[in-house]
C-alpha cells in the first residue's frame, strides 16, 4: 500500500517531517510511506484556478493523492490553527475526486497542539476523508532537539508509532474490501 505523508511544517529541522520520517522507518512491510514535498510550490487556493488544468504544482499533488492508499498527515499548531500550508493543499484537495473517501491517518507531534489537531480533523471530516482514529495519534515530543533516529529509537514513541501504522495498514485494508 502507497501512504503519502503530508508534512505540515515548510521548515528544514521539522519535529513533524520527523515524526514522518521515523513512520518510515517503523512502517510495517505491507506500507510505503512516500513524504510529499512540494507544499511550497503550491500557489494560494484560488477557485478561478481550480479547472480541469489547475497549476502543475495542483495537479502533481492532486495525482500523487490519486496514486496513494492513504494519507499520513502531521503538522504544527499556528496561531490555534493548521499551517496555511497544509490547509491551502487541502483545499486545492476539496474539488478533485482523488481525496474522497480517502483513509487519513492524522500524527500531533505535539501535546499542545489541541486546536490544530481538532481543526485538522473538521477539515477532514468536512471533506469526505476517512479519518482512522486508532492511526490518530497524539506523540506528545518536546518541541525541539528530536530527530527521526530519536522517535525509532526511543521504545515508548517508536511503539505508538509502530502501533498506530499497523491499526493503519488493517484500517486500509478493510477499506479495500469489498461489500458483500
Known amino acids: 500500500m502507497r501512504i503519502l505523508a503530508l508534512c505540515g511544517s515548510l521548515r528544514a529541522e521539522s519535529i513533524n517531517a520527523?515524526?514522518?520520517e521515523a513512520a518510515a522507518l517503523l512502517a510495517p512491510a505491507a506500507l510505503t510511506i512516500v513524504q510529499y514535498g512540494g507544499l511550497a510550490e503550491l500557489p494560494i487556493f484560488n477557485p478561478d484556478l481550480d479547472t480541469d488544468s489547475p497549476p502543475d504544482p495542483v495537479r502533481r499533488l492532486r495525482e500523487n493523492v490519486g496514486l496513494s492508499d492513504g494519507l499520513l498527515i502531521a503538522s504544527p499548531e499556528y496561531a490555534h490553527g493548521v499551517a496555511g500550508g497544509l490547509k491551502n493543499?487541502?483545499?486545492?484537495l476539496v474539488g478533485g475526486p482523488e481525496f474522497y473517501q480517502k483513509p487519513v491517518a492524522v500524527l500531533n507531534a505535539s501535546a499542545r497542539a489541541v486546536q490544530a489537531d481538532?481543526?485538522?480533523r473538521e477539515s477532514l471530516v468536512t471533506m469526505a476523508a476517512?479519518?482512522?482514529e486508532p492511526a490518530?495519534?497524539?506523540l506528545g515530543l518536546p518541541a525541539t532537539?528530536?530527530?527521526a533516529a530519536g522517535i525509532v529509537a526511543d521504545p515508548r514513541l517508536s511503539?505508538?508509532?509502530?502501533?498506530a501504522l499497523r491499526q493503519f495498514a488493517q484500517a486500509i485494508q478493510r477499506c479495500a474490501e469489498?461489500?458483500?
Open 145 to 147: 532537539g528530536v530527530d
Open 118 to 120: 481538532t481543526h485538522l
Open 130 to 132: 476517512r479519518v482512522i
Open 136 to 138: 490518530s495519534i497524539t
Open 89 to 92: 493543499a487541502l483545499d486545492w
Open 159 to 163: 511503539g505508538e508509532l509502530a502501533e
Open 18 to 20: 520527523a515524526v514522518l
Open 178 to 180: 469489498p461489500v458483500a
